[in-house]
């Protein structure tokens, strides 16, 4: 069972930058892919990074791609999102997921089995 806890959010301006962090426990990390998810009220998660377990191969969303960086660290249990060039349209609840590294990375909801509680990102314009 893997535990996922993710810090970071907040309030910024449009323009800002915010770093989220999510700290893993409870399983082998660099087994695990990982990935950022984000949700609004009244919408379906959208997918927005992901980076594979052993690997620097990451995806990114065309929505955040060039303003948005995954990364991890499998010693420290924790991957990040930095978030630069920060929208208004890039407000939501932003979850950390995880799933078994199986060669693939994967860009559904349906297959992260690990999910964290999700930290609030609000962007004024």
């Known amino acids: 069972q893997v535990q996922l806890v993710e810090s970071g959010g907040g309030l910024v301006q449009a323009g800002g930058s915010l770093r989220l962090s999510c700290a893993a426990s409870?399983?082998?990390?660099?087994?695990?892919?990982m990935a950022w998810f984000r949700q609004v009220p009244g919408k379906e998660r959208e997918f927005v990074a992901c980076?594979?377990?052993?690997?620097?191969?990451?995806r990114y969303a065309d929505s955040v791609k060039g303003r948005f960086t995954i990364s991890r660290d499998n010693a420290k249990n924790t991957v990040w999102l930095q978030m630069n060039s920060l929208k208004p349209e890039d407000t939501a609840v932003y979850y950390c997921?995880?799933?078994?590294?199986?060669?693939?990375?994967?860009?559904?909801?349906?297959?992260?089995?690990?999910w964290g509680q999700g930290t609030q990102v609000t962007v004024s314009s």
């Open positions: 997921a995880a799933r078994s590294w199986d060669g693939l990375l994967s860009q559904k909801a349906v297959e992260f089995r690990y």
């Open positions: 409870g399983g082998a990390f660099s087994t695990y892919a």
């Open positions: 980076i594979s377990g052993f690997g620097p191969i990451t």
